[in-house]
């Protein structure tokens, strides 16, 4: 029974891992950027890498905050619940954290990127972090929903 919390903490310890390497390939994108002559394959590739890190940061966190979710009644039981409260009241604000931090990047990557994009291409990027918002808000939206059952 003592094995099912820590693996809990181990995925948790990925996800920080996951937002360290996903910061790290933000800065490297935002120093390829203010080159003075940016390879614009490398800051895709690096791009795409940042995407990808968010997605699988999203989606584990959501997984946890789930399963953080169902198995918490907000009833007492034997023994104390204030660790494991402030445990889950620290991870939400690590995670609120990193999404305010994730987003002032995209913010500054999408401020850079803007200047070395044909007008085209800058249309393809801002529809692209419309749909993006769009699907985070509706993912944002379902597990409320769900609560209420």
């Keep these: 029974m003592a094995t099912a919390p820590m693996a809990r903490m181990d995925q948790l310890d990925k996800v920080e891992k996951e937002v360290v390497n996903c910061l ?35 989606t584990d966190l959501t997984s946890q905050i789930k399963y953080l979710s169902e198995v918490s009644t907000g009833q007492p039981h034997e023994g104390s619940s204030y660790a494991s409260q402030k445990v889950l009241q620290m991870a939400w604000h690590r995670l609120e954290h990193a999404r305010s931090r994730v987003s002032e990047l995209d913010r ?32 944002q939206q379902q597990p409320q929903g769900q609560g209420g059952n």
């Design 108 to 139: 500054i990557k999408s401020q850079h990127v803007s200047r070395y994009i044909s007008p085209a291409q800058r249309a393809a990027l801002i529809q692209q972090q419309q749909q993006q918002g769009g699907d985070r808000g509706q993912q």
């Design 24 to 58: 790290h390939t933000a800065g490297m994108a935002l120093s390829e950027v203010a080159k003075d002559k940016p390879s614009q394959k490398q800051v895709d590739l690096l791009v795409t890498q940042f995407m990808n890190s968010l997605q699988k940061i999203d």
